[in-house]
């Protein structure tokens, strides 16, 4: 229920973004966000332990901020500047399968010939959506949206295999908030840039979106998904997000008006193929 849960608010993101971007500048919007999650925190101060902390893990808690979400809200803000909401969230259902090739080489997870045909399956969907999109007002330009998007989930696949790790002995409420306040100091010196354009009035609808990011996305969310990660093995936990698109495509066409070409909708059946067959559970490790 908790990565359920997880999957529904996160697909809202993708439409919260592109309404926040209409109106502020997209390193605004971000630091927004990660600011109203530090003062949801706020209020849980005395949970926030980190229940057993072992030696060297120091690396690995500022490597998994590193990742997610200082990378990742960077090369996802670009994305959907250059591709629609629903495509994004389409690319974001090939995380399972950068999940369990990576458990593969930093968890020792097996990884069978189903698993690497799903994987390639998947690629050539993801290059076919992107190659088949159509110019838009909300997609200027879908192929480098789409690539950078890709990125994201690079990154993300790597925040989920060092939060694996971690989980066995740390808090997961504990590695949202450090996730959180990591996020919220990368992104706070980068408001002073001069490509960074600073607010000059105010959007009602931009900041309810900034505030949906940041409490129910980056402080919900993240405490929900951390959580069902502690209590699932990796590779299952990441397959909910093949969740994302189905929310994130219903989501679109009711607030963003955006709607998928015919190719576009046999590329993501592609994808999801993909997917599906990269979920081989009997070649897997636990």
């Not at 607030?255 to 559970?281: C, H, N, P, R």
């Amino acid at each position: 229920m908790a990565l359920l849960s997880a999957m529904i608010l996160w697909a809202g993101s993708f439409v919260a973004l592109k309404i926040a971007f209409r109106s502020y500048d997209p390193i605004v919007v971000i630091f927004g966000r990660m600011a109203i999650a530090v003062v949801c925190f706020s209020f849980f101060a005395r949970k926030l332990r980190p229940v057993h902390y072992e030696k060297g893990q120091l690396r690995l808690i500022l490597f998994m901020a590193l990742c997610e979400p200082c990378l990742y809200f960077l090369f996802e803000a670009k994305a959907l500047e250059y591709t629609a909401a629903s495509q994004a969230s389409i690319i974001a259902a090939m995380l399972p399968l950068l999940v369990a090739v990576a458990a593969h080489f930093f968890l020792k997870e097996r990884l069978g010939r189903r698993n690497i045909t799903g994987f390639v399956i998947a690629i050539l969907g993801s290059c076919w959506l992107s190659l088949t999109a159509e110019i838009s007002e909300s997609a200027p330009h879908p192929v480098l949206g789409n690539f950078l998007e890709f990125m994201a989930m690079v990154c993300a696949t790597g925040y989920i295999v060092t939060l694996k790790r971690l989980t066995a002995t740390l808090s997961p409420f504990f590695l949202t908030a450090v996730q959180t306040l990591a996020g919220c100091l990368f992104y706070l010196p980068l408001l002073f840039l001069p490509s960074t354009t600073l607010p000059s009035q105010v959007a009602p609808t931009a900041l309810l979106a900034m505030v949906y990011l940041g409490a129910f996305v980056t402080f919900g969310a993240y405490a929900l998904y951390n959580f069902g990660v502690s209590r699932v093995p990796a590779s299952q936990a990441s397959a909910f997000v093949n969740l994302i698109p189905a929310f994130t495509i219903l989501f679109s066409w009711l607030i963003l008006d955006e709607k998928l070409t015919f190719q576009q909708y046999l590329a993501m059946l592609l994808i999801f193929l993909g997917v599906f067959l990269s979920q081989d559970q009997s070649a897997a490790g636990t």
